[in-house]
């Protein structure tokens, strides 16, 4: 079985690299969170058996990360990734105007404070009670299943909860319903912090490919029928990373395959409305009937410091959310819950400002990176992000490359299983235009280093988070 170094490496594009280039892949790793402070790496000769590379030049590239910190060399021969910011490194150069381009989350909505205003008598009317709601506010969830019913999908409060954000809601979910050692299908690519939840929760990832272009829906129906695995997770609107959207026919086949073979589809809705010009809205997967579990979250459309977010199931599974969750927490914000009441009594003014702030940034970093050679951008329709083309496997070293120009790139392979997709690049359109486009002119400088040869050492600049 690889480990898990190997298992983020891949072994695609290695057969030439340098002892360097390795130590530079590694140091990706570790920089964008993938390798976590602390780990094991493997023997160094157990990674050349693995690699298939001599061990001498393992035993550089090991060397190269010890010299910049990144690894340190403990008792009993052990190598565990480490940081350059410890007493017997020097202190890293830090850069406080680098542009982090691993959160793709735009500013709050125009009308964030005049809701927190009007929400406070509502808040006030609450201090009788005891302050927790394991459920969350009946008037949230009404609020919530409201939007499902305009969406075409019948739904009632019972069948809402109502959770701190939706990355909490998928921990949630596992939680209550998880199993230890079975396969979970995930979409390659698909957003980290959920392949790092079922990790967690001790899933194997079963990856079923997604594109610009949409997904293989033949292969992901194979995938389900042949793994049979206990969970799938999907994000069909705006998918994060590629903005694809999956239409109502594939939208059909794939939740009743999954009910006919028992695999619980956890539907990641927090990109469902954040569309510029797609033209058409499809039917939420929720309306294909029970086994569907839905997330959302008021983040990407309202802000992300509201740490609000809800789970649609039906009422067996929601008894189940409910009784594994006061092991972990009692509840969401009071405060919180009560702003989201007000917002979502005008959702067409929150999709209108992220509609507005979408299209404005999809265009700067259009316009950004029209004059650099060899990099491809997709149509976008909508979404967080372009998944760039950048017509080479280069993806990890133009993220070293960007951090040097005060750039936070993640590169493609932090979005998959197994280091794939090393031709493809993340940039958010959620920025304002003036930061992206002083953003896509440090990534054409850190391109022209690139493609140069001057690729330099890359500095910390602390925890990457990839949103």
């Not at 491809?376 to 967080?384: D, E, V």
């Amino acid at each position: 079985m690889s480990s898990r170094l190997v298992m983020h490496l891949g072994t695609q594009d290695l057969d030439d690299a340098s002892a360097s280039g390795l130590a530079d892949r590694i140091r990706a790793l570790i920089l964008d969170g993938r390798l976590t402070v602390g780990e094991r790496l493997p023997s160094e000769r157990a990674l050349a058996v693995e690699l298939r590379r001599s061990r001498s030049t393992i035993t550089r590239a090991y060397g190269v990360l010890e010299a910049g910190g990144y690894v340190s060399r403990h008792h009993g021969g052990s190598t565990r990734v480490a940081l350059p910011h410890g007493p017997s490194a020097p202190a890293p150069e830090r850069d406080d105007e680098a542009i982090d381009l691993s959160i793709a989350s735009m500013d709050s909505t125009p009308g964030l404070y005049d809701a927190t205003v009007r929400s406070l008598p509502r808040l006030a009317a609450l201090r009788g009670t005891s302050g927790y709601s394991l459920q969350g506010l009946p008037e949230l969830r009404e609020a919530i299943a409201r939007r499902f019913d305009e969406r075409g999908v019948p739904t009632s409060a019972d069948e809402i909860v109502v959770t701190s954000g939706a990355l909490n809601a998928v921990n949630l979910i596992l939680t209550a319903i998880g199993r230890r050692g079975e396969r979970a299908l995930v979409e390659q690519p698909t957003f980290p912090h959920a392949l790092e939840a079922l990790h967690r929760h001790g899933y194997r990832l079963v990856p079923t490919p997604v594109d610009t272009d949409g997904w293989d829906t033949r292969h992901f129906t194979d995938t389900l029928l042949s793994a049979r695995p206990h969970v799938a997770y999907l994000i069909p609107d705006f998918h994060n990373p590629t903005g694809a959207t999956l239409t109502d026919e594939e939208r059909t086949r794939i939740t009743a395959t999954a009910r006919n073979i028992g695999t619980h589809l956890i539907v990641d809705e927090t990109t469902a409305e954040l569309d510029i010009d797609r033209g058409w809205a499809p039917q939420p997967m929720a309306a294909g009937g029970p086994g569907v579990i839905t997330v959302g979250s008021m983040s990407k459309v309202a802000w992300g410091g509201m740490r609000i977010g809800w789970i649609r199931a039906e009422r067996s599974v929601v008894a189940r959310l409910l009784a594994v969750r006061p092991s972990f927490e009692l509840g969401t914000a009071l405060l919180e819950q009560c702003i989201a009441v007000e917002l979502l009594a005008d959702v067409p003014a929150l999709t209108a400002h992220v509609r507005r702030r979408l299209a404005a940034g999809r265009a700067a970093v259009a316009d950004g990176l029209a004059p650099i050679p060899g990099i491809r951008m997709p149509h976008t329709p909508g979404g967080l992000s372009a998944w760039i083309d950048l017509g080479a496997p280069v993806s990890t070293t133009l993220s070293l490359a960007a951090r040097d120009r005060g750039l936070i790139l993640p590169p493609g392979p932090r979005f998959t299983t197994g280091g794939v997709l090393e031709r493809r690049l993340r940039i958010p359109i959620t920025l304002t235009p003036e930061r992206a486009a002083e953003a896509m002119a440090r990534l054409a400088l850190a391109w022209d280093d690139l493609h140069g040869g001057a690729v330099a050492q890359a500095r910390e600049l602390g925890h990457v988070a990839v949103i």
